[in-house]
């Protein structure tokens, strides 16, 4: 898996891991069982503190969606392994409206922030 950061987002570095793995399991590109890439490694390709990796891989763990294990790292835990095509599906419709309304993303992302509480 290859892991983006963009230092200048509003996102927090971890934050923006954590979000990057989240869509991988949504877009059905991990599946229950695979690994993670070990943290040191992905702290050492993006120049990262190795608790900044270990932080994103935390808070996926406090979801359920990857379990940490000594020796083993993190693996994509069975929850991962939903249905996710409606969801997919729910959000194509938005991603189609929104650019029908010409809606930006930030206001789009807003505004599903907003549906979500």
Known sequence: MLFRIDPSADESLFGQIATQVR???????????????AAREIAAALDLNVHTVLHAYQELRDEGLVDLRRGRGAVVTDRAGSDYAPLREALAALARTSRALDLSPETTTALLKEALR
Request: glycine fraction near 14%; aromatic fraction near 0%.
């Open 23 to 37: 869509t991988a399991i949504v877009r059905g590109d991990l599946a229950p069982g695979d690994r993670l890439p």
